[in-house]
C-alpha cells in the first residue's frame, strides 16, 4: 500500500516537473519541451536594465498571490487571466504580482525582478 502511494507521488511529481520544466525563468535560457501544446506560453524572461540588473514592475499588478518559490509564481502566471503580460517576483516577501498588461514603468529594487512570458 504505502509503495502504490509513494508511486503515485512520484508519479505526480514527474507530471509537474512535465509541465513546469519548460518553463524558463532566466533570460538567455529558453527552453522547449514536448510536454506542453505548441501554442501555450511555455517561458518567462527576467527584464533586465543595460547594466544587466533584474528590473521591476512599478505599474500596481492586476492581482498578488503567494508564492514561496520563483517556479510556483511562474504556475500562477500560466494559470491565470489576470497574468497577461508577466510576473514580478518577491522572494523575500513571498510575492507574485501578476499583470495583465504591460507594466508602464521598470526600474532596479532589490528583491523584485519582473518576468516577461513569452512564447
Given at each position: 500500500m504505502m509503495i502504490n502511494k509513494m508511486f503515485i507521488g512520484y508519479l505526480k511529481l514527474f507530471v509537474g516537473v512535465c509541465v513546469l520544466l519548460p518553463l524558463t525563468t532566466e533570460a538567455g535560457s529558453e527552453a522547449s519541451g514536448t510536454c506542453s501544446p505548441p501554442d501555450r506560453v511555455t517561458s518567462a524572461v527576467t527584464q533586465k536594465a543595460q547594466n544587466g540588473s533584474a528590473l521591476c514592475?512599478?505599474?500596481?499588478?492586476?492581482?498578488?498571490?503567494?508564492?514561496?518559490?520563483?517556479?510556483?509564481?511562474?504556475?500562477?502566471?500560466?494559470?491565470?487571466?489576470?497574468?497577461?503580460?508577466?510576473?514580478?517576483?518577491?522572494?523575500?516577501?513571498?510575492?507574485?504580482?501578476?499583470?495583465?498588461?504591460?507594466?508602464?514603468?521598470?526600474?532596479?529594487?532589490?528583491?523584485?525582478?519582473?518576468?516577461?512570458?513569452v512564447s
Open positions: 514592475a512599478t505599474s500596481p499588478p492586476t492581482e498578488t498571490v503567494t508564492a514561496i518559490y520563483k517556479i510556483r509564481c511562474l504556475a500562477e502566471c500560466m494559470n491565470r487571466e489576470s497574468c497577461g503580460d508577466g510576473f514580478n517576483y518577491r522572494p523575500e516577501a513571498k510575492l507574485c504580482e501578476l499583470y495583465s498588461d504591460p507594466p508602464t514603468g521598470y526600474q532596479v529594487q532589490p528583491d523584485c525582478s519582473y518576468l516577461k512570458k
